[in-house]
Structure formats: structure tokens, C-alpha cells
T-cell receptor, first 116, second 115 residues
Framework: AQKVTQAQTEISVVEKEDVTLDCVYE???????LFWYKQPPSGELVFLIR??????QNEISGRYSWNFQKSTSSFNFTITASQVVDSAVYFC?????????????FGTGTQLKVEL | EAGVAQSPRYKIIEKRQSVAFWCNPI?????LYWYQQILGQGPKLLIQ????????DSQLPKDRFSAERLKGVDSTLKIQPAKLEDSAVYLC?????????????FGPGTRLTVL
């Protein structure tokens, strides 16, 4: 069975600090996709980034960057120069083929609080 | 482009009552998903539709939950009768084809409270 672990339950930072959210996954598939979603207090899950298992190149998109390492089964997400609007719950998810379809297996989320 | 729409946003019922949720996916998306998110947890897939057919309902408590997507567009999720443990946010998502690589886009969710 596939599993996603987000060991950090809650992180508090002061605005403009950098923050890294950790994600460790387990899968037997050789082809898989990893995602990060943001869930603000309004409740909607907002898609942030997607990575496939064949591309370990780390990228930066604006204030967001991610570090994908297959050797350690980790897919960490970093916000640079955090802002109050970044306060939300962040979920890491793993996409797997399931019963002819596909489903996302989510971690338990990390609550990020950015304070002034 | 309009996102995934859901209604109602909030619902409060008493146990043993029935409730229904509605979802309209992003236009052109063939695949529709219903997830249940209990407070403090990540979302869990309940059912996946490809057009108007069920692809995966292995996690759906079929004794009380039902879902349909009759014309391959809108979908309804019903709970009858509700239990206290059904209190959760019910999230609808859609994707273009339903492949592993596809990004799932989520609606705002319906927060259900069962008293």
C-alpha cells in the first residue's frame, strides 16, 4: 500500500523567513507522481506543484521550490520569504493507479502559521 | 475558466437523517472524484467516475453512501442515514482524463456536521 508521511504537524515562522515542509512517501510503483496542495482556511485544496518519478531535477517557481530525492523517497517543499498569506495547511500527495483509475494518497498535512 | 463548483457549502443535520451534495466539474473533465476529509486528516477517496461510469468505489461505505453521475457531468453524493462519524468535509475534484499524471482540481467542499 502506498503511504505519505508528513512528520511536521505544525510550523510557525515569522514573515520573511524561509520554511521547508517535509514529505516522505512509500510506493512499489516505478512510475508515480507527487503533488503539493495548499488548503487555506476557506477549505479549498489549491494545486501547487506536480513532479513525476523520472524527473529529479529540482526547480524554483517564484517563492516556491522543491527538492525531490528518490534515494530517500522525499519530496520537500520550500517557501522563500514567507508571507502571512502563506498561512494554510499544506498537503503532500502521491498519485497511484487504482482499480482502473487513479487516486491521490494524501499525508496528514502540515499547518503553517506565518506571523508578523 | 470556471473551477469545480459544489453546493451546499455547509450542512447541519441530525443523525439518521439524509443529506445530498452536488458537484459540477471543470468543463471538459471526464473524471470526477469524491473525497472525504475528516478534521485533522488528509482527504480520502470515496469514489471515482470516468464519464458516467464508476471506476473505483472500493472505499465507499455502500450501506449508507451512494453517488451518481448520470449524464457524465454533474454528480451527487448521498448519505442515508447519516452517522455522527460522517461529520467531515466532502470534497469534489475533477481531472481531464483520470490518469496518474493528471492534476486533480478541487472544489470548495461541503462541510457536514452530524449532531
Amino acid at each position: 500500500a502506498q503511504k505519505v508521511t508528513q512528520a511536521q504537524t505544525e510550523i510557525s515562522v515569522v514573515e520573511k523567513e524561509d520554511v521547508t515542509l517535509d514529505c516522505v512517501y512509500e510506493t512499489r510503483d516505478t512510475t508515480y507522481y507527487l503533488f503539493w496542495y495548499k488548503q487555506p482556511p476557506s477549505g479549498e485544496l489549491v494545486f501547487l506543484i506536480r513532479r513525476n518519478s523520472f524527473d529529479e531535477q529540482n526547480e524554483i517557481s517564484g517563492r516556491y521550490s522543491w527538492n525531490f530525492q528518490k534515494s530517500t523517497s522525499s519530496f520537500n517543499f520550500t517557501i522563500t520569504a514567507s508571507q502571512v498569506v502563506d498561512s494554510a495547511v499544506y498537503f503532500c500527495a502521491l498519485s497511484e493507479a487504482s482499480g482502473g483509475g487513479n487516486k491521490l494518497t494524501f499525508g496528514t498535512g502540515t499547518q503553517l502559521k506565518v506571523e508578523l | 475558466e470556471a473551477g469545480v463548483a459544489q453546493s451546499p457549502r455547509y450542512k447541519i443535520i441530525e443523525k439518521r437523517q439524509s443529506v445530498a451534495f452536488w458537484c459540477n466539474p471543470i468543463s471538459g473533465h471526464a473524471t470526477l472524484y469524491w473525497y472525504q476529509q475528516i478534521l485533522g486528516q488528509g482527504p480520502k477517496l470515496l469514489i471515482q467516475f470516468q464519464n458516467n461510469g464508476v471506476v473505483d468505489d472500493s472505499q465507499l461505505p455502500k450501506d449508507r453512501f451512494s453517488a451518481e453521475r448520470l449524464k457524465g457531468v454533474d454528480s451527487t453524493l448521498k448519505i442515508q442515514p447519516a452517522k455522527l462519524e460522517d461529520s467531515a468535509v466532502y470534497l469534489c475534484a475533477s481531472s481531464f482524463r483520470g490518469r496518474e499524471a493528471d492534476t486533480q482540481y478541487f472544489g470548495p467542499g461541503t462541510r457536514l456536521t452530524v449532531l
